[in-house]
Nanobody, 124 residues
Framework: QVQLVESGGGLVQPGGSLRLSCAASGFTLESDAVGWFRQAPGKERDGVSCITSSGGTTYYADSVKGRFTISRDNAKNTVYLQMDSLSPEDTAVYYC?????????????????WGQGTQVTVSS
């Protein structure tokens, strides 16, 4: 099982921005697609965005399209999620995991393991 480490969450006002980071320790990410998922209070976990190993294909859930940008730096073994124009509806714990990723869909793969996540709270 591969567990990744999320960071960068925090409290931000509506309309603000945050950049989340997803790092791997003792494991090289460059051959794997990575996805960001989130779980809001009282709701199920949902896929937010994913990126293929080369970075050539990305996927965004409709709810974040045009506001979130996923990227990766394989030299730093890190995947990022830039979140702009945040709204209270984006409040959730955000997780990154190994995933399958196409331009139309994303999901978790068997080797993935849920980490602690990073809390994002959007509130005035």
């Amino acid at each position: 099982q591969v567990q990744l480490v999320e960071s960068g969450g925090g409290l931000v006002q509506p309309g603000g921005s945050l950049r989340l980071s997803c790092a791997a320790s003792g494991f090289t990410l460059e051959s794997d697609a990575v996805g960001w998922f989130r779980q809001a209070p009282g709701k199920e976990r949902d896929g937010v965005s994913c990126i293929t190993s080369s970075g050539g294909t990305t996927y965004y859930a409709d709810s974040v399209k045009g506001r979130f940008t996923i990227s990766r730096d394989n030299a730093k073994n890190t995947v990022y999620l830039q979140m702009d124009s945040l709204s209270p509806e984006d409040t959730a714990v955000y997780y990154c995991l190994l995933s399958f990723c196409t331009a139309q869909a994303m999901g978790i793969i068997a080797r993935a393991s849920w980490g602690q996540g990073t809390q994002v709270t959007v509130s005035s």
